[in-house]
Each structure stands twice: as structure tokens, then as C-alpha cells.
């Protein structure tokens, strides 16, 4: 039984299908094939290798690009409107993909009830779990539970199985419970002084892309940034990732007045491709950075967290969909190496993953520090140029940091540990030769004075 049929919730259920798994998968929301997409959340996510390798194993990975727009690098907007653009990768045929949330999702839906074991059953939301019998407590909610409350006002729907796998985001309801029931469980979640706020760029008069369509852009302030990611239909979905509070801040600028000078000043070469600005920056939510970090991510046979669930991450580094979907493929593979022993299946996926979650939320926050601030910098677009030099120089040898987090399937934990070693002798190295510069310019300089003594 899986709780939450988001992304990776329903490519968990495809993958298990596959398997031959009686799979129940339970929703709170209603079906998003039906056009049920919750206001203020991100349409587009950043598809790269380790998503699409998960989703290649079920065959669907063409599918799924189909409808995604390449980024095949970073767009920085200055103040004076001015743009610089850094690619990604030194090969051009390396991006990133801006992919819908609601198409992808409808994609691991269809794609888990291709198999007749796997049933999907959306309006019932998960209020509670017993962790020894593996039993979920469920409530309908919606239109099925308005139907129902002539009958029953909030009857308790009890669903059992053999597990359950809490696939529901990172406020998930199972995870909740095994903090409750288990003595010792480990967790930890922090926020970002700062929150987001989605807003819009729609597409042109002519229905066209009104900036360049293939990349990721950032406009960085130091403090605080704005990005904008292309949609298939010609518009950018736009995240502000501002304070919450302070002088100037979500809590400060309320009035049309407030917000109009403040993007005028921030970000005027933005504010004429953004019709609706005064309507979205009022009406749509004011979101939460959080981190969460637990452990153990399993109890015995009977319970585990995928995703979210388990490794709640901010999404600077746009890998929590691919990590989540990560989690799929290393659980598939953990249940297919002890096929009679789920326990010992659910421990060596939490031991292969929890390392990777922890680095991958390290890297994210790192990464909100470089595109707020350092992608502004002359001298950070020089040391990405020098990545790319030292790339092609020493293929196989040196790989930067964003590549082999973005472009490999190399584990996070081993990807931060070889970066920061390149970075050590790269940099040692550099040091070295400039200091051996040095000495021989002054004994340079000294034999030529003593010559012409």
C-alpha cells in the first residue's frame, strides 16, 4: 500500500506493479488527469539524468520529454537589464529539462495502471498508521466525501496490506506516525528566513516565448533572487524567493504602491512581461522553505519513506524530483536483491540513501547562496569558465560539482567529496604556481640588480 500518488508516488507504484506487486495506492487530492492542480505551486520542475534514467526503466522517458523544454544554462539578469548567460555544461547536448508538474504527473499515473494490480484511489487522505499491522487510516475528502456525508459524516476508511510506503511529501502523515510510535526516531526540520512566491510571465501577443526560451533564468540580489522557468505554452513561471520579514520583505510590502516600486527597482526589465504582477504577487500563497532530515526511514517489514517523506529538500539545486525518483529505482532494486526478506530490503535502501539525502540537502542550501549572490559576480562566471577549461583538459579526470550532481548517477555524498578534493589541488596547485612566480620574478630582479650594480 502506497500513501500519496504524487510524482514519485506513482512511479513507485508503476515500479512495483512491474514486480508483480498487489499495489493500493491512496491520494487526498483529486485525479490531476481531471484538471485538479493546487493554485501557487510550481507547474515546471527541472528534469535531468537521474529522473530521466527512472523513468527510461519503465519506458516512458521519451514520452515524458516529449513535452519538456530544454535549459542548457543559467540567464543572469543584472539590475541595468543587462544578461549573461553560462551554460550548464561545456557540452551543449548536456541541459536540463523544464517539464510540467501536471503532464509528468499524469504520465506515472498511467504508466502505474497499465498494470491490473495496481489500483489508484484519489479523495482519501491519510489521517494515521498503525506501524505493526500496516494499516492505514483514511477519511475521503472532496467531492467523494461530500457525497458520502449524508451517510457518514468523516467515516474512517481502513486499508491494509503488507507495508505501507509513505510517499506523501514532506508534511507526510506516515512519517508522523512512525515519530510518534517508535522511541529514538531522529528528526530534524529547518526553514529559510526566506519564503516564494509564484508569479508569471505569460506568453507573447503572438504566443511566443517573450525571453529566451532554453534557459533558466535568475535575476540575484545578493539577498534574496527571482528565477523564471519556460512552459510549453510560451509563458515563464516565475518564483520570487524573498525574506519573510526584515525592512524589505514579504511582511513589508503589502500595497500596490510597495510592490510595484519594489520590482521596478529589483527587477525592471521583468515588470513589462508580467501584466498580471499586482494580481499573482497578492493572491497566490506565500510559501515555506523547509529541510527535513529523519532516521530510521523504515520500521521492520511493514513501513518505509520515499522522497520527500524522508529527505525534504529546498529546491535550489533542482534535484528533489530526481533524487525521489532516485529513491524509486534504489528501493525496486533493494526488494529485487532480497525478494524474502523486506525488512533487510527496506535497511540496505536506508543505508544506501540516507548519506545522499543529507549531502543533496547540503548542496541544495549551498546552492541558494551561489544563485541568490554568486552568479552576479564576474569572478564566479570566470571560475565556471575555468571548470569547463579544466573539464575538457582532463576528461574523465576533473568533472565540476553541478555535473556530476546534474549529469551523472554518480551518489551525492561521492560527488561532493571528489569536488572538494578537485577544488583542494586545483586551487593548491594555482597558489603554488603563483608563489613560484613570485620567487622567480625576485630572483629575477635581484640578479639583474646585482649585474648592473
Avoid at 472532496?142 to 451517510?151: D, F, H, L, P, Y
Wanted: hydrophobic share 40%.
Amino acid at each position: 500500500m502506497l500513501i500519496g500518488s504524487g510524482l514519485a508516488g506513482g512511479l513507485l507504484a508503476a515500479y512495483l506493479g512491474r514486480h508483480g506487486y498487489d499495489v493500493d495506492l491512496y491520494e487526498r487530492r483529486a485525479d490531476p488527469r481531471e484538471g485538479n492542480i493546487v493554485g501557487g505551486r510550481s507547474i515546471n520542475l527541472a528534469l535531468s539524468t537521474r529522473g530521466i534514467y527512472a523513468l527510461e526503466q519503465l519506458g516512458i522517458a521519451d514520452e515524458v520529454l516529449r513535452h519538456a523544454i530544454p535549459m542548457r544554462g543559467r540567464m543572469i539578469h543584472d539590475k541595468s537589464g543587462n544578461l549573461h548567460f553560462s551554460p550548464y555544461d561545456r557540452d551543449p547536448n548536456k541541459f536540463i529539462n523544464s517539464i510540467g508538474r501536471a503532464a509528468l504527473n499524469t504520465t506515472v499515473i498511467e504508466a502505474a495502471q497499465r498494470y491490473p494490480n495496481v489500483r489508484v484511489h484519489f479523495n482519501h487522505r491519510c489521517i494515521d498508521v498503525d506501524l505493526d499491522s500496516a494499516t492505514a487510516n483514511l477519511v475521503l475528502s472532496g467531492v467523494e466525501a461530500a457525497v458520502s456525508a449524508a451517510n457518514s459524516d468523516h467515516q474512517i476508511i481502513r486499508a491494509g496490506g503488507d507495508a505501507v510506503i509513505g510517499v506523501d511529501g514532506a508534511f507526510s502523515v506516515v512519517r508522523q506516525s512512525m515519530q510518534k510510535k517508535i522511541k529514538g526516531f531522529e528528526y530534524d526540520e529547518s526553514y529559510l528566513a526566506h519564503g516564494y512566491k509564484e508569479l508569471t510571465i505569460p506568453p507573447g501577443s503572438d504566443g511566443s516565448w517573450q525571453m529566451e526560451k532554453e534557459a533558466l533564468h535568475i535575476w540575484p540580489r545578493k539577498s534574496f533572487m527571482m528565477i523564471a522557468l519556460p512552459n510549453p505554452d510560451g509563458s515563464f513561471t516565475c518564483t520570487l524567493f524573498w525574506e519573510f520579514e526584515g525592512p524589505r520583505s514579504f511582511a513589508t510590502t503589502k500595497t500596490d504602491d510597495e510592490i510595484r516600486r519594489f520590482f521596478e527597482e529589483e527587477f525592471p526589465d521583468a515588470v513589462p512581461l508580467m501584466p498580471s504582477l499586482l494580481d499573482d504577487f497578492k493572491t497566490n500563497p506565500t510559501g515555506s522553505l523547509v529541510t527535513i532530515r529523519c532516521a530510521p526511514w523504515f520500521h521492520k517489514e511493514k513501513v518505509a519513506l520515499v522522497g520527500d517523506a524522508a529527505h525534504a529538500v529546498v529546491p535550489f539545486y533542482g534535484q528533489g524530483m530526481n533524487a525521489a525518483f532516485e529513491d524509486c529505482v534504489v528501493l525496486d532494486e533493494c526488494l529485487a536483491e532480497f525478494p524474502q526478506d523486506r525488512q533487510r530490503a527496506f535497511a540496505e535502501y536506508f543505508v544506501r540513501r540516507k548519506e545522499n539525502a543529507d549531502a543533496l540537502a547540503n548542496l541544495a542550501l549551498q546552492n541558494f547562496i551561489e544563485m541568490r549572490d554568486k552568479t552576479a559576480s564576474r569572478v564566479f562566471r570566470a571560475k565556471k569558465k575555468l571548470d569547463h577549461l579544466l573539464e575538457g583538459l582532463l576528461p574523465g579526470i576533473y568533472l565540476p560539482l553541478y555535473a556530476m550532481v546534474t549529469f551523472t548517477r554518480m551518489p551525492y555524498a561521492g560527488a561532493a567529496r571528489r569536488a572538494q578534493l578537485q577544488d583542494r589541488i586545483v586551487y593548491g596547485s594555482l597558489l603554488l604556481a603563483i608563489v613560484l612566480i613570485i620567487l622567480l620574478l625576485v630572483a629575477f630582479a635581484g640578479k639583474g640588480h646585482y649585474l648592473f650594480r
